[in-house]
């Protein structure tokens, strides 16, 4: 069964296109991470997705049922943590948790929920004192309430410290262990490596690459990045910096404090190596690394997309709210109502 489908789906806001003739499939029991840099129409299909904003064109299934006529029967089947999640100050945790149970017509245990996700010490305190990583710890715990089918996370580990983000990653596979779809999305780009089964990068409102992480990695060329050690002579590594960007197979050479940073094909790397020491760098050690989901996602956002390849089927901030460098989405659409969205 699929779980998402969006066919032909384009969203129009006045003079701007956020999302156009979007083909988009996540089947059911998989974890699916959705990614694009700001403005790329990630929180507009979300909100096409939940009913929240129409579609100008296309459909959208969700669960087997339209998005457009059947919005609420939709809701009842999903879990929803929105980025941004907003609490009501005089509300305790266990509060805002057994009015999601409640508009779920569940049967879960507040305390349970608040367990799960490291809250329970806090249950009886008010929300408006809970820290931005508490507030998003709550809003997961609102999520998971009546087992959904369907779980859509948007910045998931916002907020979150290394151990909280971890937890979430735990309760992600735990979730699609348990058969729910998981719709990931998120600008830590380590979570999404870690957690999800395929990945779909957005560009400008449109889908420029769909796989998994080694399918995204064969599509752009199977690239390395070559981490060199390099001797202080500034001199012969300037020559030897541009002698390694002439050679063939390299695509970015950058110098990172007593590092050179290489990207290159497997079958350059030697090239690179006699490069340097030919213009006399002292090489004192080098080591290899497969491209990271960053890498990748800079490959399909920045400049010329990769084409596809034959296979091709088309931690956060800490507790206190700091969050890290991020890939943030602030598309052209209209901000979705909390109470609606925690339902």
């Known amino acids: 069964m699929t779980a998402i489908e969006l066919r032909g789906v384009t969203k129009e806001f006045a003079d701007v296109t956020a999302v156009r003739g979007l083909d988009l ?16 129409g990630k ?9 929240l904003v129409r579609p100008t064109e296309g459909t959208v299934r969700v669960l087997g049922q339209d998005a457009t006529a059947d919005g609420v029967a939709i809701r009842q089947r999903t879990g929803v943590l929105p980025d941004g999640f907003a609490v009501y100050d005089r ?31 806090a249950a009886d305190r008010t929300a408006g004192g809970y820290s931005k990583g508490m507030r998003q710890r709550l809003a997961l715990a609102m999520a998971l309430a009546g087992d959904p089918d369907l779980l859509i996370l948007d910045e998931p580990s ?7 983000a971890k937890e979430m990653r735990e309760i992600v596979r735990a979730e699609a262990d348990r058969g729910a779809t998981v719709f990931f999305s998120s600008h830590v780009l380590e979570q999404v490596e870690a957690v999800c089964d395929r990945v779909g990068i957005l560009r400008d409102g449109e ?15 199977g690239e390395e990045t070559l981490e060199i050690a390099v001797g202080d002579d500034a001199e012969a590594v300037d020559e030897g910096t541009a002698a ?12 990172d404090g007593d590092a050179l940073v290489v990207s290159c094909a ?27 989901l960053e890498d990748l996602f800079l490959a399909y956002t920045e400049g010329e997309t990769p084409a596809p390849s034959a296979d091709d089927a088309s931690e956060g901030g800490d ?10 989405d602030d598309d052209a659409d209209a901000d979705a109502d909390t109470e609606e969205v925690s339902r």
Do not use: C, W
């Open 25 to 40: 499939t996540v089947e059911s029991g998989e974890v699916y991470g959705f990614l694009g840099p700001n403005g790329a």
């Open 43 to 51: 929180s507009t299909t979300i909100d096409m997705v939940l009913d």
């Open 91 to 121: 509300l305790t945790g266990r509060q805002h948790v057994a009015f999601a149970v409640r508009s779920k017509d569940a049967a879960d245990d507040p305390d349970a929920l608040l367990d799960r996700v490291g809250l329970l010490d």
């Open 158 to 164: 916002s907020g979150l410290d290394p151990a909280g």
């Open 207 to 221: 889908l420029v690459a769909e796989d998994s992480v080694e399918g995204l990695r064969e599509a752009v060329g």
């Open 244 to 255: 390694v960007r002439a050679l063939e197979g390299v695509s970015r050479v950058d110098r």
């Open 266 to 292: 497997d079958d350059a790397k030697t090239s690179v190596i006699a490069a340097l020491e030919d213009a006399g760098v002292a090489v004192a050690d080098f080591h290899t690394r497969e491209a990271s």
């Open 319 to 328: 507790e206190d709210g700091e969050d890290n460098d991020a890939i943030s």
